[in-house]
């Protein structure tokens, strides 16, 4: 123990003293104590994510839902004293699979008086030690049922995209981890991998070296099975002084140089940054690209007019435009057998006083009188006029129509039409 007005001794290394936080805190100043007791243990910080799948070029990927095995359903309903109702439901896996609190998980094929009530997405809000039983809630229903036979019920996680892994990061994986194919050694535990390649999402590639040595990635053939398939990749999160510093604001010394835009805070930056990634990533699969095929099923409906360009001038001569022969037209987008927008062909003709069309679906969106002369003459609408002949008492359609005068002013009025 210290001797009072002595102070410490250099040597001891504060040996004297009987309360360490005291000590540090009258050393380096007050809350150093909790400040340290925050970071301590941080060289041991690891994060956790199961195994998904091996995609079809090889990578670990988490994009898409991994089916889990499951032996049973246990559904138990509750009606509390003020009446509100609850089920706690209960999924016993049968290998244990790191399934974490919060993940969203998916029952289907549930038949009977419980398929509309343990059928759906649900997020887990219990786990056991062992990882093999998960709990979730389903409020405003009093709900009791025990499902045995799982026959035809399938059970899901959903795909992850939040944990990010980036080049160099240090994995270690629970199990021994072999091919399927040839029982060959793809990864032993208790050792340090580095990964190599990742979109920074959701899939990556490992390797046996750093990349300040050169990456020696494995290499896994697109779709192999690995045995087990439940094992845990961990991830090491060291803290360390340098990482500690880089979340610490330099001191300005050019009024021209910012710290960060508008004041925003680290947090906020990084947040930022995930935003436009996501939102890159999502037009990326909208758009066309040469590095992947983005053809779809999906119907293309248009309202309005369509344009398309023509860089070549391949529609410039009439015999491409409007040849018979359907190999011999340019592209274009064409109603019946006539093309309708890439040129200036309409697609309608007027037969007599009628409008006539070779299309199999056509609509009709809007007129347009917009010549500015006496193109269409709507009578009974002037103020003067006092008595109208031949008013329809009723109609079945209704068609928006713009009309232009000769000043250039438009309104816009509805025919009314009687089906016949």
Request: no cysteine; glycine share 8%; charged share 20%.
């Given at each position: 123990?210290?001797?009072?007005?002595?102070?410490?001794?250099?040597?001891?290394?504060?040996?004297?003293t009987e309360d360490d936080r005291n000590a540090i805190d009258n050393?380096?100043?007050?809350?150093?104590?909790?400040?340290?007791?925050?970071?301590?243990?941080?060289?041991?910080n690891t994060s956790s994510i199961p195994f998904y799948t091996v995609d079809s070029d090889g990578f670990f990927s988490t994009a898409n839902d991994r089916v889990i095995g499951i032996s049973g359903i246990t559904a138990t309903g509750n009606t509390d004293d003020s009446g509100n109702k609850s089920t706690n439901v209960a999924v016993t896996l049968v290998n244990p699979f790191l399934i974490k609190f919060g993940d969203l998980v998916k029952v289907s094929g549930v038949t009977g008086s419980g398929s509309e009530i343990l059928n759906g997405s649900f997020t887990v809000r219990g786990t056991?030690?062992?990882?093999?039983?998960y709990t979730f809630p389903i409020d405003g229903i009093d709900y009791s049922e025990t499902i045995t036979s799982v026959t035809g019920i399938g059970f899901s996680i959903s795909s992850a995209d939040v944990f990010t892994f980036t080049k160099d990061d240090v994995i270690n994986v629970d199990k021994e981890v072999k091919l399927v194919s040839?029982?060959?050694?793809?990864?032993?535990?208790?050792?340090?991998?580095?990964?190599?390649?990742?979109?920074?999402?959701?899939?990556?590639?490992?390797?046996?070296?750093?990349?300040?040595?050169?990456?020696?990635?494995?290499?896994?053939?697109?779709?192999?099975?690995?045995?087990?398939?439940?094992?845990?990749?961990s991830r090491k999160d060291a803290v360390h002084q340098q990482q500690i510093i880089n979340y610490i604001q330099p001191q300005i010394q050019d009024a021209d140089f910012t710290y960060l835009e508008g004041g925003a805070s680290v947090n906020d930056s990084i947040d930022l940054t995930q935003?436009?990634?996501?939102?890159?990533?999502?037009?990326?699969?909208?758009?066309?690209?040469?590095?992947?095929?983005?053809?779809?099923?999906?119907?293309?409906?248009?309202?309005?007019?369509?344009?398309?360009?023509?860089?070549?001038?391949?529609?410039?001569?009439?015999?491409?435009?409007?040849?018979?022969?359907?190999?011999?037209?340019?592209?274009?987008?064409?109603?019946?057998?006539?093309?309708?927008?890439?040129?200036?062909?309409?697609?309608?003709?007027?037969?007599?006083?009628?409008?006539t069309t070779s299309s199999e679906e056509v609509s009709i969106g809007e007129l347009a009188f917009l010549d500015g002369t006496n193109s269409m003459i709507i009578t009974g609408i002037d103020n003067d006029v006092s008595t109208v002949s031949e008013v329809a008492t009723s109609f079945t359609h209704k068609i928006p129509v713009k009309i232009q005068d000769a000043n250039g002013n438009r309104e816009s009025y509805f025919l009314l039409l009687t089906e016949t």
């Open positions: 123990m210290a001797i009072q007005n002595q102070g410490f001794r250099r040597d001891l290394n504060l040996l004297e050393l380096a100043g007050a809350g150093t104590n909790k400040d340290l007791a925050f970071l301590q243990n941080n060289l041991r056991s030690t062992d990882l093999k039983t040839t029982a060959a050694t793809v990864f032993s535990s208790n050792t340090d991998y580095y990964v190599s390649e990742t979109d920074g999402t959701s899939k990556f590639k490992l390797s046996t070296t750093s990349s300040t040595v050169g990456f020696n990635t494995v290499v896994i053939t697109g779709g192999a099975s690995l045995t087990p398939d439940n094992f845990i990749f935003s436009v990634i996501e939102s890159a990533e999502f037009f990326m699969g909208k758009k066309y690209r040469g590095d992947n095929d983005t053809n779809v099923d999906d119907e293309i409906k248009f309202e309005g007019s369509v344009v398309i360009n023509d860089p070549n001038n391949y529609n410039s001569t009439s015999d491409k435009v409007l040849g018979n022969t359907p190999v011999r037209r340019s592209p274009g987008v064409y109603i019946g057998d006539t093309r309708a927008f890439s040129s200036d062909n309409n697609p309608w003709d007027k037969v007599g006083t009628a409008l």
